[in-house]
Each structure stands twice: as structure tokens, then as C-alpha cells.
């Protein structure tokens, strides 16, 4: 049988990213959590983590970080049922996209935070590749663009977040004098969140245009618009987050009646326990994205 002091050493390392930082968690000092996790490789006939140049599960510490996510949601539905066991609170480690946590994810999610004495650990991590979060065995649910689930986990579709592209009116003004065109496309500054944000490609493919761009690098939604609304370059915005500035006239579509719908997936564990059904009925029936 499995000894789960030494898987919450494990999940506790990974999540701390650290021995020291793990062991302050725990309440252990550094070398007793060294000795659990090697304790467990021990028992295992092979390694769970890789120490260098960066501290991260191996396959097979993988397998048991998703099994550890797993069961920890399971003993919080039990508690539900027996109270002698509950804890203060119950936490929850998920994966999602920067721009849902700036836009509609609190709102969604809070009430039913609230009522089930739930604390959330959130990764950002951008939209077409959270999921890989999830397969590392690092969380336990994962809000991204693919419709396709990691072995053992559910995927359900929540709707679609609509990104327009846009620019202040003068940056307009300067870079696409003659409108929303190839040759103005090429040397106009765009925004992109970081290196493996793939809206602007997708956004510019879908409008026949395949060439480079110069662009800023900008990992912060709010940031983002601060960016545009400066005049640095254009970016795909969320018409959530930017409804107030293209009322005001703030920021305006480059391309007139140009959008890019991305549509966005709720995954988690199929044996995660009633907690996360009715996580996922939370996040299903919120009037998410209007």
C-alpha cells in the first residue's frame, strides 16, 4: 500500500518548487523531506523527481501526482459526509488562461468557493497549453482550448471567448492609414502575451495574412491593455475585458468587424469525486461570457 506521507512529500516539492520551500510547508525540515522522497524512490526502484537544472516529477512521479490530486478531492467529498474528518479548507491546484482569470473566472467561480470552504491554487498558464499541466500530473483540473482529455480525466466545453483586435484610433491612424491591409500588416507593432500565445497568428492566418510581425512581449492581461491603450500596437483583447474602452472610444477594431472566437474547455479527473461535478456545474451553467 501506498504511503501517503510520502506522496505529499512528493506533491508538496513539486508544488513548492523546492525541498526548503516543501519543508516549511510541511512543517519538516529540508533533509526530512529529502528522506521521504528518497524513501519512496527506494520503495519505487526509480526516481520521482528530477533535481536539476529544475525540480520536476518523472513519469513515474507523474502517475502518482495525478494520483495524489485524485485522491485528495476524494477524502474532501468525505468529509462532506463524516465532519469528524474535515479540514479548515480543502485546496484545489488548476490550471487556466490569464485571460479568463481577468475577465469572467472569479465571478464564475466564487459563490461556490465560498460554500464549499475551497482554496484554489491557480496556475496561469496560456490557453493552448495548460493541459500539459495536467498530463505533468501538477494539477488537478485545467481550464485551455483543447478539446481532447488527458487518460482518465473528463473534458467538458464551456463556450466561447470572443477576442477582437484591438489599437488606440491614433495608432490606427498611423499604421494602417489606407486601412487593414498586407502591407501595413507587416510592419504595424502588434501585442503578444508570450512566446506560445498563438491568437495573433491565428487571428492574421484567419485573415489570409501568413507573414511575421513585430510585436511586444507582454505576459500580463492587464498590462496587455495598458500596452494598447498607450499606443504600442494592437493585440487580440478580450471584448469582456475591453468593452468599456471600445465604448468609450478608447481602443477600436483594426480590421472593422474582425473577431477570433476561441472556444474553452473545463478537464478534470474522472475519479476527482462530487466535488468537482459539482465544480463543473458551477462553470457550466454560469452566463459565462456575456
Known amino acids: 500500500?501506498?504511503?501517503?506521507?510520502?506522496?505529499?512529500?512528493?506533491?508538496?516539492?513539486?508544488?513548492?518548487?523546492?525541498?526548503?520551500?516543501?519543508?516549511?510547508?510541511?512543517?519538516?525540515?529540508?533533509?526530512?523531506?529529502?528522506?521521504?522522497?528518497?524513501?519512496?524512490?527506494?520503495?519505487?526502484?526509480?526516481?520521482?523527481?528530477?533535481?536539476?537544472?529544475?525540480?520536476?516529477?518523472?513519469?513515474?512521479?507523474?502517475?502518482?501526482?495525478?494520483?495524489?490530486?485524485?485522491?485528495?478531492?476524494?477524502?474532501?467529498?468525505?468529509?462532506?459526509?463524516?465532519?469528524?474528518?474535515?479540514?479548515?479548507?480543502?485546496?484545489?491546484?488548476?490550471?487556466?488562461?490569464?485571460?479568463?482569470?481577468?475577465?469572467w473566472w472569479a465571478s464564475a467561480i466564487s459563490r461556490f468557493c465560498r460554500e464549499e470552504s475551497l482554496l484554489l491554487d491557480m496556475v496561469i498558464e496560456d490557453q493552448d497549453i495548460g493541459l500539459r499541466r495536467m498530463r505533468e500530473g501538477d494539477v488537478a483540473a485545467c481550464l485551455c482550448s483543447s478539446p481532447h482529455p488527458v487518460a482518465g480525466a473528463r473534458c467538458v466545453p464551456l463556450g466561447s471567448m470572443t477576442y477582437l483586435p484591438l489599437a488606440t484610433p491614433d495608432y490606427v491612424r498611423r499604421h494602417f492609414p489606407d486601412g487593414f491591409n498586407e502591407t501595413n500588416l507587416e510592419t504595424a507593432p502588434a501585442i503578444v502575451f508570450g512566446p506560445h500565445d498563438q491568437l495573433q497568428h491565428r487571428f492574421l492566418a484567419q485573415c489570409g495574412y501568413h507573414g511575421s510581425v513585430p510585436y511586444h512581449l507582454c505576459p500580463s492581461s492587464e498590462g496587455f491593455v495598458k500596452l494598447a491603450l498607450a499606443g504600442m500596437g494592437y493585440g487580440m483583447i478580450p471584448e469582456l475585458q475591453a468593452r468599456d474602452e471600445v465604448q468609450a472610444g478608447k481602443l477600436v477594431n483594426i480590421g472593422p468587424r474582425q473577431s477570433l472566437q476561441v472556444q474553452l474547455y473545463w478537464h478534470f479527473w474522472r475519479h476527482g469525486g462530487g466535488i468537482m461535478d459539482r465544480m463543473t456545474q458551477t462553470l457550466t451553467s454560469a452566463n459565462t461570457f456575456t
Open 1 to 103: 500500500m501506498l504511503d501517503y506521507k510520502l506522496l505529499e512529500a512528493l506533491a508538496t516539492v513539486i508544488e513548492c518548487g523546492g525541498f526548503e520551500r516543501a519543508g516549511a510547508a510541511l512543517g519538516l525540515t529540508q533533509s526530512a523531506v529529502s528522506q521521504r522522497i528518497r524513501t519512496l524512490e527506494i520503495r519505487l526502484g526509480q526516481p520521482v523527481l528530477v533535481r536539476s537544472p529544475t525540480i520536476k516529477a518523472t513519469l513515474a512521479g507523474q502517475r502518482l501526482l495525478n494520483h495524489v490530486q485524485q485522491v485528495q478531492l476524494l477524502e474532501r467529498d468525505l468529509s462532506q459526509s463524516i465532519p469528524s474528518l474535515s479540514e479548515p479548507a480543502a485546496r484545489l491546484r488548476i490550471a487556466l488562461n490569464a485571460d479568463s482569470l481577468a475577465t
